[in-house]
């Protein structure tokens, strides 16, 4: 009897029956498993989509299947397969295991890539590697990353607000797409971000949204120091929107349904005294904690307008978080 675990899924490492290199690992659960039998060509289960697919059915790198082989424990398999065109992976590489994990924890490229993503599937090509150095934490895991110099800008005048709208609403939606992506596909052995999308763990992700807005105000009052206020703020402020787009992906909330970039320049023109800031954060979790998808749309806006206050609080753009959170999605090929 094979042992699938509690969602009903069973892993899957995938090789090529004739030089035996890995492919590729996912998960079947018993439908899947059913229909690779029954067809000859592997079927897989994304847990993301929720839904069953045929490994190839967009790229037409179809995997035709020689054996089956079940571990000791009975809980994974081992399929041995033709691989039918040349790249296993969907980012465009014959096998899902093309980096080499380095003693600095940075990764290097070891295979040539044979077909670019964006070609196949329509969507930007998305390499989740790890920045370059290991002094900087990833931006999308959502720990808090080593300060790094963070050019302070001067407070925006009104004037300047219609200028700097667009430029905040293209890199806002450039972010949450990453987001969405981490969330559409499984790239949970590569991206802590991923995994915590997957799980779908709401209350957990409201309580680490608590701890950040926490430190981002903590910043603001002096009571908590990395470097200095101007790039603590576009710090703590680029984790606090990190906790919020995972809020949003998990939830499945539009991105204009929240709007953050006008969230931001609203909670950047507000003015907002300590002891309002202190009653919107209160007000944020307790929209986030419900089950209600328009108050927490309405709980999203209100912690991207705390990120906007802030900004005005510290002196800096209105674009500095979201500017830093993009330069860490850069450094590791997220954006582009």
């Given at each position: 009897?094979?042992?699938?675990?509690?969602?009903?899924?069973?892993?899957?490492?995938?090789?090529?029956?004739?030089?035996?290199?890995?492919?590729?690992?996912?998960?079947?659960?018993?439908?899947?498993?059913?229909?690779?039998?029954?067809?000859?060509?592997?079927?897989?289960?994304?847990?993301?989509?929720?839904?069953?697919?045929?490994?190839?059915?967009?790229?037409?790198?179809?995997?035709?299947?020689?054996?089956?082989?079940?571990?000791?424990?009975?809980?994974?398999?081992?399929?041995?397969?033709?691989?039918?065109?040349?790249?296993?992976?969907?980012?465009?590489?014959?096998?899902?295991?093309?980096?080499?994990?380095?003693?600095?924890?940075?990764?290097?490229?070891?295979?040539?890539?044979?077909?670019?993503?964006?070609?196949?599937?329509?969507t930007e090509p998305l390499e989740a590697a790890k920045p370059q150095t290991a002094q900087v934490a990833l931006a999308d895991e959502g720990e808090e990353s080593q300060a790094t110099s963070v050019e302070s800008l001067e407070a925006t005048t009104e004037s300047e607000e219609a200028h700097i709208l667009p430029k905040l609403d293209t890199a806002l939606r450039q972010l949450y797409a990453v987001y969405l992506y981490l969330r559409d596909h499984d790239m949970t052995t590569e991206s802590n971000t991923s995994r915590l999308l997957h799980e779908k763990s709401h209350n957990y992700l409201v309580s680490r949204l608590a701890d950040e807005l926490q430190e981002l105000?903590?910043?603001?009052?002096?009571?908590?120091?990395?470097?200095?206020?101007?790039?603590?703020?576009?710090?703590?402020?680029?984790?606090?929107?990190?906790?919020?787009?995972?809020?949003?992906?998990?939830?499945?909330?539009?991105?204009?349904?929240?709007?953050?970039?006008?969230?931001?320049?609203?909670?950047?023109?507000?003015?907002?005294?300590e002891e309002k800031s202190i009653e919107l954060r209160q007000e944020c979790l307790q929209l986030l904690e419900t089950n209600d998808p328009e108050q927490i749309a309405h709980g999203l806006e209100l912690g991207f307008a705390i990120i906007g206050w802030a900004c005005a609080s510290a002196g800096i753009s209105p674009l500095a978080p979201a500017e830093y959170d993009l330069d860490q999605m850069r450094r590791k090929g997220l954006v582009h």
């Open positions: 009897m094979l042992k699938f675990d509690r969602q009903g899924l069973i892993p899957v490492v995938i090789v090529d029956d004739a030089t035996g290199n890995v492919l590729m690992m996912a998960s079947m659960n018993q439908e899947a498993l059913q229909q690779t039998r029954a067809t000859g060509y592997t079927h897989l289960f994304s847990r993301s989509r929720q839904t069953l697919w045929r490994k190839g059915e967009q790229s037409g790198n179809v995997q035709e299947v020689r054996s089956i082989f079940v571990n000791c424990e009975e809980n994974s398999l081992l399929v041995r397969v033709h691989q039918h065109g040349d790249a296993a992976c969907h980012e465009g590489y014959r096998s899902c295991y093309y980096r080499r994990l380095l003693p600095d924890d940075t990764y290097q490229t070891e295979a040539q890539r044979i077909f670019d993503p964006a070609d196949v599937y329509q105000a903590g910043v603001q009052s002096g009571d908590h120091v990395h470097t200095g206020r101007q790039a603590d703020t576009a710090l703590e402020g680029s984790q606090v929107g990190y906790w919020l787009f995972l809020l949003a992906s998990t939830n499945n909330v539009l991105y204009n349904s929240f709007m953050p970039h006008a969230a931001i320049l609203r909670g950047y023109a507000g003015n907002y005294n």
